[in-house]
């Protein structure tokens, strides 16, 4: 009710029930004991959703100052989920039973849930075009961009900034006219950049055929780096080891070679001996 329309009347008569009875109960222990009361309640109007009452005892009543607090509350619970998230993401990347491709379709599993998305994939820039190297798909989602042209993705941008690109709806955005949205019909986007040894290698993305109703946040972008960081970092490791394994066998190979140079020298050896001594 506008606050004109509030003059006159009780708790009870201008808020919700539950509302009425945690602020009554705020007034009643203001005016018996003295000692201000701070309470907080959920009630939705226009954009907010989220109040903060403090109470203070005033001659024989109680004065109250009510105060926005929606955008606290939705940061307090974006640092749980966020909280959540990276426990999540730990406990998949340090899995001792998962290989690498395994981790990397449940990071993108997750990934959905935590952004709202319905599809998660990477994919690998190959001179000018994408490759896809794993799918992860909550919906009916059959594509193959082995040869899609980069220019014509939704990773054309990130690749483009060599940044974190977040679009909550292409319509109106350059990615409108793109092969994500103009086939397959997605409306929102997240990709962020992979990194492997200091060189672009591709992007780590997420999409929804729904438009995303709420900004993302700060918490969300910096959730994202961390798992294109990793998958980066991890891909950098496995290309260590496998060259390291690479380089294992060419000396072992090196070594059988002059070992056998050397038998093949010894015998030659004994019979230039045996034949001096005859």
């Given at each position: 009710?506008?606050p004109d329309?509030?003059?006159?009347?009780?708790?009870?008569?201008?808020?919700?029930?539950?509302?009425?009875?945690?602020?009554?109960?705020?007034?009643?222990?203001?005016?018996?004991?003295?000692t201000?009361?701070?309470?907080?309640?959920?009630?939705?109007?226009?954009?907010?959703r989220?109040?903060?009452?403090?109470?203070?005892?005033s001659?024989?009543?109680?004065v109250?100052?009510?105060?926005d607090i929606?955008?606290?509350?939705?940061f307090?619970?974006?640092?749980?989920?966020?909280e959540k998230?990276?426990?999540?993401l730990?406990?998949?990347?340090?899995?001792s039973?998962?290989?690498?491709?395994?981790?990397?379709?449940?990071?993108?599993?997750?990934?959905?849930q935590?952004?709202?998305?319905?599809?998660?994939?990477?994919?690998?820039?190959?001179?000018?075009?994408?490759?896809?190297?794993?799918?992860?798909?909550?919906?009916?989602?059959?594509?193959d961009v082995?040869?899609?042209?980069?220019?014509?993705?939704?990773g054309r941008?990130?690749?483009?900034?060599?940044?974190?690109?977040?679009?909550?709806?292409?319509i109106?955005?350059?990615?409108?006219?793109?092969v994500g949205?103009?086939?397959?019909?997605?409306?929102?986007y997240?990709?962020?950049p992979?990194?492997?040894g200091?060189q672009?290698?591709?992007?780590?993305?997420f999409?929804s055929?729904?438009?995303?109703?709420?900004?993302?946040?700060?918490?969300?972008m910096?959730?994202l780096?961390?798992?294109?960081?990793?998958?980066g970092?991890?891909r950098?490791?496995?290309?260590?080891?496998?060259?390291?394994h690479?380089?294992?066998?060419?000396?072992?190979?090196?070594?059988?070679e002059?070992?056998?140079?050397?038998?093949?020298?010894?015998?030659l050896?004994?019979?230039?001996?045996?034949?001096?001594?005859t």
């Amino acid at each position: 009710l506008p606050p004109d329309q509030l003059l006159g009347k009780s708790m009870y008569e201008a808020l919700p029930l539950s509302v009425a009875e945690l602020a009554f109960n705020a007034f009643e222990k203001t005016v018996l004991t003295g000692t201000p009361q701070l309470f907080e309640y959920e009630l939705p109007i226009k954009n907010a959703r989220y109040w903060e009452g403090r109470m203070v005892r005033s001659g024989d009543g109680a004065v109250a100052v009510i105060r926005d607090i929606t955008k606290r509350r939705r940061f307090e619970e974006e640092l749980r989920q966020s909280e959540k998230s990276i426990g999540d993401l730990s406990e998949i990347t340090s899995s001792s039973t998962l290989n690498f491709d395994e981790k990397q379709n449940a990071l993108l599993e997750m990934g959905c849930q935590r952004f709202g998305m319905e599809i998660g994939y990477i994919i690998q820039l190959k001179r000018d075009n994408f490759e896809l190297l794993h799918l992860y798909s909550t919906i009916e989602f059959a594509v193959d961009v082995t040869n899609l042209d980069v220019d014509q993705g939704f990773g054309r941008e990130v690749i483009r900034q060599k940044r974190t690109v977040m679009v909550e709806d292409v319509i109106g955005t350059p990615l409108e006219h793109l092969v994500g949205y103009r086939d397959y019909q997605l409306r929102s986007y997240i990709g962020a950049p992979l990194m492997v040894g200091g060189q672009l290698f591709g992007v780590l993305s997420f999409a929804s055929k729904r438009p995303r109703q709420t900004p993302y946040t700060q918490v969300e972008m910096r959730f994202l780096y961390l798992m294109a960081q990793w998958i980066g970092l991890e891909r950098e490791r496995n290309q260590y080891l496998a060259q390291l394994h690479q380089n294992s066998e060419d000396l072992l190979n090196k070594s059988l070679e002059l070992a056998a140079a050397r038998d093949q020298a010894l015998e030659l050896s004994r019979m230039k001996s045996d034949f001096l001594a005859t």
